[in-house]
Structures are given as structure tokens and as C-alpha cells.
């Protein structure tokens, strides 16, 4: 099992969000990070997910990986 998800908003064959979407139908919680050169753009996912604006600092992402799984986590002590 993965611990989070980080992926490009925008790839050759498969969108981010669509991305996070597939692999949620089996891991419904699964912490998500979407990286985006092309500012802002609506995103429908359900939380935990974040987005950021590329180039994103190494520091940036850790920090905001960190942050999307502890929010997952914790919604997932909340539903025990």
C-alpha cells in the first residue's frame, strides 16, 4: 500500500485528477498531491488533496505531503 499519491495535474496519457480518481476506487482514502505548471484550474476531489504550483521546492513538497497524510490519516480515525 502507498502512503500518498503525487502526480502531474496535467500528463500525456491520463490526467492527474483522473489519476487520483482510478486509484481511489481501490484505496477510497488515499492522499493525493497534484502538481500544476498551468495555475489555477478547478479540481473536483474529494479531500485529502492538495494542489501545488510548479516548480515546487523539494522542502514545499515534503511539507505539503506531510500535511495531505496526516489529514488523511485522521479521516480515517475519524470513520473507525
Known amino acids: 500500500d502507498a502512503?500518498?499519491?503525487?502526480?502531474d495535474l496535467v500528463m500525456p496519457?491520463?490526467?492527474?485528477?483522473?489519476?487520483?480518481?482510478?486509484?481511489r476506487?481501490?484505496?477510497p482514502s488515499l492522499p493525493?498531491?497534484?502538481?500544476?505548471?498551468?495555475?489555477r484550474r478547478s479540481v473536483e476531489l474529494e479531500r485529502p488533496f492538495?494542489?501545488?504550483?510548479?516548480p515546487a521546492s523539494?522542502?514545499?513538497l515534503a511539507r505539503t505531503l506531510r500535511s495531505v497524510i496526516d489529514e488523511g490519516t485522521?479521516?480515517?480515525q475519524q470513520i473507525s
Open 3 to 7: 502512503d500518498a499519491v503525487v502526480a
Open 13 to 23: 496519457n491520463v490526467q492527474g485528477d483522473a489519476l487520483v480518481e482510478q486509484l
Open 25 to 27: 476506487e481501490k484505496f
Open 32 to 39: 493525493a498531491v497534484l502538481l500544476t505548471g498551468y495555475g
Open 50 to 54: 492538495r494542489m501545488l504550483r510548479k
Open 58 to 60: 523539494p522542502e514545499e
Open 74 to 76: 485522521l479521516g480515517r
